[in-house]
Each structure stands twice: as C-alpha cells, then as structure tokens.
T-cell receptor, first 114, second 117 residues
C-alpha cells in the first residue's frame, strides 16, 4: 500500500523568500513521486516527477525536489517565491513498474505575502 | 502536446437527473484513463480506472451503478452520474495515460464542476 503525507495544509511565505513544502511517502515498492500544482477551478499541472534517475529533480517554474529514501521524503523547494506561485500543491506517489494509480496527498495551499 | 480536455467545464442539474462528462485526449491515444473526484479544499480521490474496450475498475466505496464509465475509444472516456443528488456535487477531474511503455505519466484535464440542485 502507498500513502503520502503533506505536512501543513497552509504555508505562507513572503515574496522572494524560500518556499519549502514538505512531503513524506510510504510505499512497499520503489515509488514514483510527483508534485502537482492546481490553480483555482483548474485541473492539475505536473511540476516535476521522480522516476528513479537523479534524486534531485528539477521542474518547471523554478521548483525542485529531492528524493531522500532514508527519510522517505520528497520535499518541494523554490529559492525565491513569486506572487504567481500562490496555489494548491499536491504531492503524489505511484508504484514503479506495477500499476499506475496515483495516490495524492491532501494538498498544501501556498500563500505568498507581499 | 499531451492535452486532455473535459466537457462540460461546469454543469448545473436538478436532483434525479443524469449528467454525462466527457474526457478526451486531444493529441495522443490513451489506453488508460482515470476519474477523480475532488471536494472543496480537499485532495483528489481516485474513483475508477478505465481501460479502452474493457470494464472500468472502481475503487472501494464507489458505486459503479451510480457512476457509469465508458471508454469506447482510445481518445474518449465518459463518466455518467446517474440520478444525481446534491451530495454528488463536486469537481470531477479525469486524467489520461498515453499508450506507451513509459507508465509514469498521466495528463490531467481541467476538471468539470458539477452542481446538483
């Protein structure tokens, strides 16, 4: 079974500050890990994904995430927040080389303070 | 590339009526499509997985007779909410996986907001 835990349903950072959104996963098999962003009343856009290649994954819009197996974590970071980054962020996990269901975390709403 | 559309983007219906939502992969063939439901300020919950030409696989707790899924072609899947009730009001999102060896990528549609009066 797989699951994802996102720490903090709401995170607020000042514009220009570091963004850190936390995600821990549980998986009985090697995982694929994803971060998605959702703007109000819209679908999901893939930010980045980990698929067993490099542990540091770079995505769109300046985001990156690091897969740490020892900590079962896949935290999302961005060095400098922009107002346009305000959105809901979902961490997700699926089983590598097995089925392709994606299990989503509960989401973290990122607020950017001017 | 890899665009998924949903139609309609929003729908309002009376209680007891049925509503059909379409999910289309516009520039690729999708052997597998997924239907999710999202309540306000909550995460996406997988409802069912549909494979082209076969019956959908429903997640535990999802009523297959209430949420009818048809995946008749490699570019179209439909979700029909039968005899809709106010508690069915939600944001429904589909995703599609291209029919390629790489199985880790799903592309999401923009969602359909259903309001049942």
């Amino acid at each position: 079974a797989q699951s994802v835990t996102q720490l903090g349903s709401h995170v607020s950072v000042s514009e220009g500050a570091l963004v850190l959104l936390r995600c821990n996963y549980s998986s009985s098999v090697p995982p694929y890990l994803f971060w998605y962003v959702q703007y109000p009343n819209q679908g999901l856009q893939l930010l980045l994904k980990y698929t067993s290649a490099a542990t540091l994954v770079k995505g769109i819009n300046g985001f990156e995430a690091e897969f740490k197996k020892s900590e079962t974590s896949f935290h999302l970071t961005k060095p400098s927040a922009h107002m346009s980054d305000a959105a809901e962020y979902f961490c997700a996990v699926s089983a590598m080389n097995r089925d392709d269901k994606i299990i989503f975390g509960k989401g973290t709403r990122l607020h950017i303070l001017p | 590339g890899a665009v998924v559309s949903q139609h309609p983007s929003w729908v309002i219906c009376k209680s007891g009526t049925s509503v059909k939502i379409e999910c289309r992969s516009l520039d690729f063939q999708a052997t597998t499509m997924f239907w999710y439901r999202q309540f306000p300020k909550q995460s996406l919950m997988l409802m069912a997985t549909s494979n082209e030409g076969s019956k959908a696989t429903y997640e535990q707790g999802v009523e297959k007779d209430k949420f009818l899924i048809n995946h008749a072609s490699l570019t179209l899947s439909t979700l029909t909410v039968t005899s809709a009730h106010p508690e069915d009001s939600s944001f429904y999102i589909c995703s599609a996986r291209p029919g390629q060896a790489n199985t880790d990528t799903q592309y999401f549609g923009p969602g359909t907001r259903l309001t049942v009066l």
